[in-house]
């Protein structure tokens, strides 16, 4: 009440934003993650092993599609999994025409990641990405890891 309506050409499908949202269950032997991605960047998991995983799916922005429904996708991590969720500042960082994600460079970087910590994890990441581009970055860099124990 007493606010200003909408602007010119606001209406359902002219505002969005991503979203990543999550709940963490831990259980005896691990966590129990559940995750909705939309139009936000697939968050990974990096395995003991080095291996690397996309663990939700990609679903459209909020606020483009009225009445869409939106599902959630549930994964465990067991000790010394690291799971990882960035903005789209990480992975579209440009260096001229390449952005920082081409051929998977996020996940290719994560994989580098095996044996380190959570807060290695995040140092090596925000390292990489300012060191892609000449200029400083022109979008927010946010990023999370989370490692089970």
């Known amino acids: 009440a007493?606010?200003?309506?909408?602007?010119?050409?606001?209406?359902?499908?002219?505002r969005f934003l991503?979203?990543?949202y999550?709940?963490?269950a831990p259980y005896e032997g691990g966590v129990r993650?559940?995750?909705?991605?939309a139009g936000h960047?697939?968050?990974?998991v990096l395995g003991r092993d080095g291996g690397v995983r996309?663990?939700?799916?990609?679903?459209?922005?909020?606020?483009?599609?009225e009445d869409e429904t939106y599902t959630c996708d549930t994964f465990d991590l067991t000790p010394g999994d690291s799971l990882l969720c960035v903005t789209d500042g990480i992975t579209e960082r440009r260096s001229g025409s390449r952005q920082f994600d081409?051929?998977?460079?996020?996940?290719?970087?994560?994989?580098?990641?095996a044996g380190l910590d959570a807060e290695l994890i995040a140092e090596r990441i925000q390292r990489l990405v300012h060191e892609f581009g000449e200029r400083p970055p022109e979008d927010d860099l946010a990023l999370l890891v989370l490692q089970a124990e």
């Open 41 to 44: 960047p697939l968050p990974l």
């Open 54 to 65: 996309a663990v939700a799916r990609p679903q459209t922005l909020l606020g483009v599609i």
């Open 33 to 37: 993650c559940t995750l909705a991605s």
């Open 2 to 14: 007493g606010g200003r309506g909408p602007a010119p050409g606001d209406g359902p499908q002219t």
């Open 102 to 113: 081409d051929a998977d460079g996020l996940a290719t970087v994560l994989a580098g990641c």
């Open 18 to 20: 991503s979203l990543l």
């Open 22 to 24: 999550g709940e963490l």
